[in-house]
C-alpha cells in the first residue's frame, strides 16, 4: 500500500483562494475563461472568489460537468495529461461487466494503473479487520494547482459511481485524507456522511469487506445514456435503490447472456419479475421504452463489446450473437449501429489510439490487449456469489438478436 506523505504535491497548495476558483484552477491555467465557465454552468460570477457563500449541491454538480465536458478531461485540468472522458466511459464499461462491487473496484483500478502514468489506485483487503481499503495517489499535477482539491474531486467522483454500480451506500469505516486541513468552505463529509480525518499517511476510503459482495444493477444502456452523469443532479445526491424496471430488464438480458443463456422473451423476463407480460409491458411504457427497444439496445451493446476485443474475428462475433450467417449479422448491426461492424471496429480502434494522446507508458497494441484481457478474465477478484437456481440445467443455443 502507497503512502502520499509529504508528497512533492502539496506544494502546490494555494491557501487563499476559493474552493471554486480552486476547481476552476487548472482550466484556467489552460486558457480557459473563467467568466464563460460559471455563464456556462449558470452560476454567478461572484462565486468565483467568494469565500463565503458556498456553491449548493446542484450548481458544483453543474460546474463541475461543465468543467469535465469543457476540457474533455476527467482530471479538469489538475493533471498536466488529460484523461479524455472517453477512457472514464470505458472504465465505467468495465466495471459494470462485473459481477460484484469488489470485483468491478478491482477491474477499474487495473485498468486505470494501465493507462496511466500519474494516477495511480490501489485495493487492499485486510481479512483480519474485514475491512477494503481504496487508495488514491497521483503525479505530474499542473503547477499551481491545488492538490487537495484533485484528491476530494476524485474519492468523490468514484463513491458516487460505486454508490451508483449497486445502487445503495456501501458501509463506509473510514475516510482518509494526506492533507493537513481541508479546502476552505468545503465540507468532505457531506459527500461521504462520515467523519473524514486529515493529516493521514494517505488518500483512501474504506469500505466493510462484506459489502464487496453487493451485486452490480446498472447496465451498459444506462450507462451509455448517461444516468450516472445527469440522473442526479446534485453533488452530494448519490444513488440509492432507484433502478428503474427498465434498468433491472436490461440487466437480466445481459446477465442471461453472461451465462450462455439465449436471449430472454418479454414473457421470460417477465415471469422472473413476478409480472403478467402485459404489466411489465405497462411499466416500461410508463418509462417510455418498449422490450422490443430495450432488447436492440442489449444486443448492440453486447456486439460492441465483442468487437473491442481486437483479437476476435467478426465471425465469431456473430456466432457469439447467435447468428449463423455473417451476412444476417452484419445487417442486423448495421440496424442498430448505423454503421457495420467492421467499420465500427475501426473507429474504435481511433478512439483507442487518441486515448493514450501524449500518455505514451504503453503501447496501442498493449492497450488492445489488456482491454481484451479485461473483458476476458473473469478469474481475478471474483468475490463469491449465489448461483440462481436451475441455471445449470438450462443451456440453449443463444437466440440470435434479430
Request: hydrophobic share 40%.
Amino acid at each position: 500500500m502507497f503512502t502520499n506523505k509529504n508528497k512533492e504535491e502539496q506544494n502546490h497548495l494555494v491557501e487563499d483562494k476559493s474552493y471554486v476558483e480552486g476547481l476552476m484552477q487548472g482550466a484556467v491555467l489552460k486558457g480557459y475563461d473563467p467568466k464563460n465557465i460559471l455563464e456556462s454552468a449558470d452560476i454567478p460570477f461572484e462565486a468565483y472568489t467568494s469565500t463565503v457563500v458556498p456553491l449548493s449541491g446542484e450548481e458544483l454538480q453543474r460546474l463541475i460537468l461543465v468543467l469535465r465536458n469543457l476540457m474533455n478531461d476527467h482530471y479538469l485540468g489538475f493533471l498536466q495529461v488529460p484523461g479524455k472522458l472517453e477512457m472514464d466511459s470505458i472504465a465505467g464499461s468495465i466495471a459494470i461487466n462485473e459481477k460484484t462491487l469488489g470485483a468491478a473496484m478491482r477491474q477499474m483500478a487495473n485498468f486505470y494503473n494501465a493507462v496511466r502514468s500519474d494516477e495511480h489506485l490501489d485495493l487492499v483487503l485486510d481479512k483480519k479487520d474485514r475491512e477494503a481499503t481504496l487508495s488514491f495517489k497521483f503525479s505530474g499535477l499542473t503547477p499551481g494547482v491545488d492538490s487537495r482539491l484533485l484528491y476530494w474531486f476524485r474519492m468523490c467522483w468514484t463513491y458516487k459511481f460505486l454508490c451508483w454500480l449497486i445502487g445503495r451506500k456501501p458501509t463506509i469505516t473510514r475516510v482518509s485524507c494526506s492533507a493537513k486541513t481541508s479546502v476552505r468552505g468545503l465540507n468532505y463529509e457531506e459527500m461521504f456522511r462520515h467523519q473524514v480525518n486529515f493529516d493521514q499517511p494517505m488518500d483512501s476510503i474504506t469500505f466493510r469487506l462484506k459489502d464487496l459482495r453487493l451485486p452490480i444493477v446498472r447496465s451498459q444502456i444506462e450507462w451509455s445514456r448517461g444516468h450516472f452523469l445527469y440522473k442526479f443532479p446534485n453533488w452530494f445526491g448519490v444513488a440509492g435503490g432507484d433502478h428503474s424496471i427498465s434498468g433491472k430488464v436490461q440487466k437480466m438480458l445481459f446477465d442471461a447472456h453472461s451465462d450462455g443463456c439465449s436471449i430472454l422473451t418479454a414473457k421470460e423476463v417477465a415471469d422472473q419479475l413476478d409480472l403478467l407480460p402485459r404489466n411489465l409491458a405497462q411499466r416500461l411504457r410508463e418509462e417510455r421504452v418498449t422490450f422490443q427497444a430495450i432488447r436492440s439496445g442489449v444486443c448492440l451493446e453486447l456486439a460492441k463489446g465483442y468487437l473491442r476485443q481486437p483479437e476476435m474475428p467478426v465471425s465469431k462475433v456473430a456466432e457469439k450473437m447467435g447468428f449463423v450467417e455473417l451476412s444476417d449479422f452484419t445487417r442486423s448491426f448495421r440496424r442498430w449501429a448505423g454503421v457495420t461492424p467492421t467499420t465500427y471496429r475501426r473507429q474504435v480502434n481511433q478512439h483507442y489510439e487518441a486515448l493514450l494522446g501524449a500518455d505514451e507508458k504503453i503501447s496501442y497494441e498493449e492497450m488492445s490487449n489488456m482491454l481484451a484481457d479485461i473483458m476476458e478474465d473473469k478469474s481475478i477478484m471474483k468475490v463469491p456469489v449465489k448461483k440462481k437456481k436451475n441455471r445449470k440445467q438450462r443451456k440453449p443455443k443463444l437466440a440470435a438478436c434479430n
